[in-house]
């Protein structure tokens, strides 16, 4: 539950509890709803598909909103608005929303101060929030994962690619999320 969370603080005036720094839907109904609905809608072919085929966005909604590629339809971009376009809508990749929503539990949510931070994330929706995560090129299990998507050192500004290295680490990205109330991940770029 800590990827999705934390009951330790809640937002002001409201007995809602604050929630990742993933969440790009619109409230904690729309994210936690989402996700069991890609629960119950994914197929082993979807997965399949997801892992093994090039990705053809042909699967209905929902989305978790985490891929730049479809899921950034501001609406000052746009002639029309994307939230009521027949024209276009909202295509996915089932499958690989689904296994984002597994990979969360490598990503937890912590208390820091009043704050509650997300591994990956660094910065604030304001000033600029960004999502900077490492790969790596060797087999691991979970709990590294975790470990490795937790380094401190991946917020950093002039990231010290040496302190990696030993760690099996080979690249890092970055992108920037953009928007506030629906947010979106920009496309990413090596740091």
Request: one cysteine or more; charged letters at 25%; hydrophobic letters at 40%.
């Amino acid at each position: 539950m800590a990827a999705y969370g934390s009951e330790l603080i809640t937002k002001r005036n409201r007995d809602e509890v604050e929630v990742t720094a993933l969440r790009f839907t619109s409230g904690q109904q729309g994210f936690l709803g989402f996700a069991r609905q890609l629960s119950r809608l994914t197929t082993v072919c979807d997965i399949q598909k997801a892992l093994f085929c090039p990705w053809r966005y042909s699967d209905p909604g929902p989305s978790m909103r985490w891929d730049p590629s479809m899921d950034d339809r501001r609406y000052a971009l746009r002639a029309d608005d994307p939230s009521t376009s027949r024209q276009m809508p909202i295509r996915t990749v089932r499958g690989a929303n689904r296994l984002a929503i597994e990979a969360l539990q490598c990503l937890p949510s912590v208390l820091a101060g009043r704050q509650l931070e997300t591994a990956c994330f660094a910065g604030r929706m304001m000033r600029g929030l960004y999502f900077t995560w490492p790969i790596w090129d060797a087999f691991i299990d979970a709990s590294t994962a975790r470990s490795l998507l937790s380094l401190a050192v991946l917020a950093s500004d002039s990231l010290d690619h040496k302190q990696l290295e030993p760690r099996g680490v080979t690249a890092v990205f970055r992108c920037r999320v953009a928007g506030s109330y629906y947010r979106n991940f920009s496309p990413a770029a090596p740091v």
